[in-house]
């Protein structure tokens, strides 16, 4: 047992040090591995296998919602990029630039997309002539490069995985009704198959995307109690479409600039799945999305028709859509255990000659390591019911992080005492001056994550000037 006791020993434990912990994990359950350029990561197969769940998930959702994929050049001329006024500043820092061609200069320099408006503005300006053709709802799979300076696994890449949506629409209602819709969808996917529960609302002023009238964000709290901003939809209103001259004779035969949105969730939701999830032996993976759902370990496997039994159990799963798979190497079972439980498979099932004489299994749920013996007798859906189990109690756990700290402060004292002791959200009043909000930053550390839709008026006051409030503010301390 010593290799799998040492394996556990060496993940640094989440009280004592989070982001030493979270690197941990990250390496040691095989996730990622890193290249010869800083900030850029090597996604290994089991990582990959986590994103391709996610992105069919998802993919599968964008479809029912009337959305075709498309894909868009990764190159963008400097002189495209640049049509947005505030879009560019925004982006100006993290852009990578590619100044030659071969050996010889180019021209003009060309982007590397850290995000693709400007090309689906440019597309658009030659398919659209008629609000017959709107509206066009397109998203992509792909990958953006932002030069990131402080770079972190899945969390801050300088190039990472994501979809982008890009839509276009002939009237504000329509284009409105998108962004909300998008997110309502992130917000689905996120506690119905992450388990991960949200806040919803609207990103201020200051917060919100460059180039877009209003964002909206879905917040999902840590273990560590931070905040994760983990989907976001923007509704860009008629800037980017004046911008780019994109009209459209309307209804009335009059020229029109049509209204877009944009939406997007990246790999950087893998770190939210470890970070709300995980414990001091690894990984945590919510069912509906784990590569592997059930591990099968024969123990004993030396023993005569142990690695048979084994086989065909795993077989069963497999016929029953279950996600199988089965560890047959020669590393013992105290090994096997401590792996299985560090990549965060939610349902672990050991059968050996007394379980085959039993016709039976033990079964060991990763969420709780409750162990249980299950009869073979009807074990596919004793283990849809299992899985199902583990999935519901994974979200009761990260609601109860987030419901156990989210506390109310009514003065900028108040808040900074509970940043500094417990950490967590903060609901506080807010009078919608920048400058309040730069403030509290500077003092108490936090940003704010989100002006939530569902709005509690407990006070009258702003929490840091002591002027009339607008806004309950959801403030934290974010990754």
């Not at 090309?119 to 709802?137: A, E, G, M």
């Not at 249980?372 to 999935?391: F, R």
């Amino acid at each position: 047992m010593a290799k799998e006791k040492k394996d556990v020993e060496q993940i640094t434990k989440r009280e004592e040090d989070f982001a030493k912990w979270y690197t941990d994990v990250v390496r040691k359950a095989e996730l990622i591995d890193y290249s010869q350029v800083k900030g850029c990561v090597i996604l290994r197969p089991y990582a990959y296998a986590l994103w391709e769940n996610i992105q069919k998930i998802l993919d599968s959702m964008f479809k029912n919602t009337g959305h075709e994929n498309v894909y868009m050049p990764m190159f963008i001329p400097e002189s495209l990029l640049q049509k947005e006024k505030d879009h560019v500043e925004g982006f100006a820092p993290e852009v990578a630039w590619v100044t030659h061609g071969g050996s010889e200069e180019l021209t003009e320099r060309i982007c590397v997309r850290p995000t693709s408006e400007t090309l689906f503005c440019d597309h658009y300006k030659n398919i659209i002539t008629s609000w017959r053709d709107l509206p066009k709802k397109y998203n992509q799979w792909c990958s953006v490069v932002r030069w990131e300076k402080a770079t972190r696994p899945f969390l801050r890449h300088r190039e990472f995985l994501w979809q982008e949506g890009h839509t276009i629409h002939s009237t504000v209602k329509e284009a409105r009704e998108e962004t909300q819709q998008m997110l309502a969808i992130y917000a689905e996917f996120a506690e119905n198959y992450l388990a991960m529960p949200v806040v919803k609302g609207r990103k201020t002023e200051k917060e919100k995307f460059a180039g877009a009238e209003e964002t909206y964000t879905i917040e999902c709290m840590m273990h560590d109690k931070k905040a994760l901003q983990s989907g976001t939809s923007h509704y860009f209103g008629d800037g980017f479409a004046k911008a780019f001259d994109i009209k459209f004779t309307d209804k009335d035969n009059t020229l029109k600039n049509p209204f877009q949105t944009s939406w997007g969730m990246s790999t950087r939701i893998i770190g939210g799945i470890i970070m709300t999830h995980g414990d001091d032996s690894g990984l945590k993976l919510p069912p509906m999305v784990a590569p592997i759902q059930v591990m099968v370990i024969p123990v004993a496997q030396h023993k005569e028709g142990v690695i048979d039994a084994a086989d065909a159990l795993l077989q069963r799963l497999k016929k029953a859509g279950i996600r199988a798979n089965i560890d047959v190497s020669d590393q013992s079972p105290g090994w096997k255990f401590a792996e299985y439980e560090m990549k965060g498979i939610p349902l672990r099932l050991e059968i050996g000659p007394r379980d085959i004489e039993n016709s039976q299994c033990m079964s060991v749920r990763r969420d709780t390591l409750e162990k249980q013996p299950l009869s073979l007798s009807d074990i596919e859906n004793t283990v849809k019911d299992l899985l199902d189990e583990i999935q519901k109690n994974m979200f009761i756990e990260a609601k109860q992080n987030l419901d156990n700290n989210t506390f109310k402060a009514e003065t900028i004292e108040e808040l900074k005492e509970i940043i500094g002791t417990k950490g967590g959200f903060v609901k506080a009043m807010w009078c919608g001056d920048e400058e309040c909000e730069k403030r509290l930053k500077e003092e108490a550390g936090v940003t704010s994550r989100c002006i939530p839709f569902d709005q509690e008026e407990f006070a009258d006051k702003c929490v840091c000037c002591g002027k009339q409030a607008k806004h309950m503010v959801v403030w934290a301390v974010a990754y």
